[in-house]
């Protein structure tokens, strides 16, 4: 793809034709696995100064966000502020509006609930029928998504995939079909997860979608083991088969995979092993250096935290499996004092106004590995 690429910039200096191939020419290196190169193709063209067409900047954002979000490399994100800052036509347009607020809610996910709001808001006119409409509605699936509205999340996919599904190509909807899969799971729509989860990795096969088909399958046996089921996890080809330092949302799914399946067979040192480096390396972890400890079935980890001491894994996926932590450092593992900073600092980071869902789990976490006295202060607020 990069090569075709190089041969379409060989043929023309027009730079909306090749800001065009540049958006198709990154997500396809995207969902192929690497990351940094979809990455320069994308950026290539921002230079010595984006695209005028309001359209094509708003196409190469929500390129680079998909980008950034599977990379999870904070770097990653910085130019999509700008790139909307400088491209502000097209913003009457219902479909460019949602396009919009999806990229910006990926770059910040602290902003995506008052986006979230504004595409959603009463009398929120829709996009013109056929494409525009199913773009506008992916891209508020997707605000939903960082805005930790999963149900919406759920609700708002489900009627963009339908329709994608009558024009005969699921291929625009590839970025989006883990976080539907992982929404699902979190709604306790487990059938429907097996069944999306399973088309998936049966579309992610076939167009050779690597970093998909791995999620899809930690995603599975995540599943497996909320169940209670034995789950096996990820074999050793799963952590090879791309590059898991550009692809720190996919590493993020294994490592909780690997943790779900540890906890469900009982050994909690383990799953609190797996998940400790979502949350960034510190004392021993750091002092290892490289993750190479073999898990339970043989699998072999990779290096499994941020680059800096208390630097998530992932800015986004990280923090939300605080609970999971929290409850493998309460099987009487000895970490409830490692896993109670490790809290600290995700509260921390989710700041003055975290989403409800980061609350109760940040709650839950609390309840588990805090003092007996105040476990009650912490879990009325979960919901029955």
Same mark, same amino acid.
């Given at each position: 793809?990069?090569?075709?690429?190089?041969?379409?910039?060989?043929?023309?200096?027009?730079?909306?034709?090749?800001?065009?191939?540049?958006?198709?020419?990154?997500?396809?290196?995207?969902?192929?696995?690497?990351? *940094?190169?979809?990455?320069?193709? &994308? %950026?290539?063209?921002?230079?010595?100064?984006?695209?005028?067409?309001?359209? #094509?900047?708003?196409?190469?954002?929500?390129?680079?966000?998909?980008?950034?979000?599977?990379?999870?490399? /904070?770097?990653?994100?910085?130019?999509?502020?700008?790139?909307?800052?400088?491209?502000?036509?097209?913003?009457?347009?219902?479909?460019?509006? +949602?396009?919009?607020?999806?990229?910006?809610?990926?770059?910040?996910?602290?902003?995506? /609930? !008052?986006?979230?709001?504004?595409? *959603?808001?009463?009398?929120?006119?829709?996009?013109?029928?056929?494409?525009? !409409?199913?773009?506008?509605?992916?891209?508020?699936?997707?605000?939903?998504?960082?805005?930790?509205?999963?149900?919406?999340?759920?609700?708002?996919?489900?009627?963009?995939? %339908?329709?994608?599904? =009558?024009?005969?190509?699921?291929?625009?909807? =590839?970025? $989006?079909?883990? +976080?539907?899969?992982?929404?699902?799971?979190?709604?306790?729509?487990?059938?429907?997860?097996?069944?999306?989860?399973? %088309?998936?990795? #049966?579309?992610?096969?076939?167009?050779?979608?690597?970093?998909?088909?791995?999620?899809?399958?930690?995603?599975?046996?995540?599943?497996?083991?909320?169940?209670?089921?034995?789950?096996?996890?990820?074999?050793?080809?799963?952590? %090879?088969?791309?590059?898991?330092?550009?692809?720190?949302?996919?590493?993020?799914?294994?490592?909780? @995979?690997?943790?779900?399946?540890?906890?469900?067979?009982?050994?909690?040192?383990?799953?609190? *092993?797996?998940?400790? /480096? &979502?949350?960034?390396?510190?004392?021993?972890?750091?002092?290892?250096?490289?993750? $190479?400890?073999?898990?339970?079935?043989?699998?072999?980890?990779?290096?499994?935290?941020?680059?800096?001491?208390?630097?998530?894994?992932?800015?986004?996926?990280?923090?939300? @499996?605080?609970?999971?932590? =929290?409850?493998? @450092?309460?099987?009487? #593992?000895?970490?409830?004092? !490692?896993?109670?900073?490790?809290?600290?600092?995700?509260?921390?980071?989710?700041?003055?106004?975290?989403? #409800?869902?980061?609350?109760?789990?940040?709650?839950?976490? =609390? @309840?588990?590995?805090?003092?007996?006295?105040? +476990?009650?202060?912490?879990?009325?607020?979960?919901?029955?």
């Amino acid at each position: 793809m990069a090569e075709l690429y190089t041969k379409v910039t060989a043929l023309t200096e027009d730079r909306e034709l090749l800001a065009d191939a540049a958006v198709g020419a990154g997500l396809s290196l995207s969902l192929f696995g690497p990351q *940094r190169q979809g990455f320069a193709v &994308l %950026t290539s063209v921002l230079t010595p100064r984006p695209p005028e067409s309001g359209g #094509t900047v708003l196409a190469l954002a929500a390129a680079l966000q998909a980008v950034a979000f599977q990379s999870g490399l /904070p770097e990653f994100r910085r130019p999509i502020a700008a790139l909307h800052a400088h491209g502000g036509a097209g913003e009457s347009d219902p479909a460019a509006v +949602a396009m919009r607020a999806a990229a910006l809610a990926g770059a910040k996910p602290a902003r995506a /609930p !008052e986006l979230l709001r504004s595409l *959603r808001r009463p009398g929120a006119p829709q996009a013109a029928p056929g494409m525009p !409409e199913i773009t506008r509605l992916h891209a508020i699936g997707a605000t939903a998504w960082y805005a930790d509205e999963s149900d919406v999340c759920v609700e708002v996919f489900r009627r963009t995939y %339908t329709l994608l599904a =009558a024009y005969g190509s699921m291929g625009p909807a =590839a970025p $989006s079909l883990a +976080a539907m899969g992982a929404a699902l799971i979190d709604t306790g729509r487990w059938a429907e997860a097996d069944e999306h989860l399973e %088309t998936v990795a #049966t579309l992610a096969a076939v167009h050779k979608l690597r970093h998909l088909e791995i999620d899809a399958e930690a995603l599975r046996v995540t599943l497996r083991a909320l169940r209670g089921e034995p789950a096996a996890m990820p074999q050793d080809p799963a952590w %090879t088969a791309v590059a898991l330092e550009e692809n720190r949302a996919t590493h993020a799914r294994l490592l909780r @995979a690997a943790g779900a399946a540890a906890a469900a067979a009982g050994d909690f040192d383990a799953a609190f *092993r797996h998940l400790r /480096p &979502l949350f960034g390396e510190h004392g021993e972890h750091r002092a290892n250096g490289e993750h $190479s400890m073999r898990h339970t079935n043989g699998a072999r980890g990779v290096r499994g935290a941020g680059g800096q001491a208390g630097e998530p894994l992932h800015y986004f996926l990280a923090h939300r @499996a605080i609970a999971d932590l =929290a409850a493998a @450092a309460a099987q009487r #593992t000895g970490r409830q004092e !490692e896993a109670a900073a490790v809290l600290r600092n995700v509260r921390e980071a989710a700041g003055p106004r975290p989403t #409800t869902r980061m609350t109760l789990l940040m709650h839950h976490a =609390a @309840a588990l590995i805090g003092d007996l006295k105040d +476990a009650e202060h912490h879990f009325p607020a979960w919901p029955p």
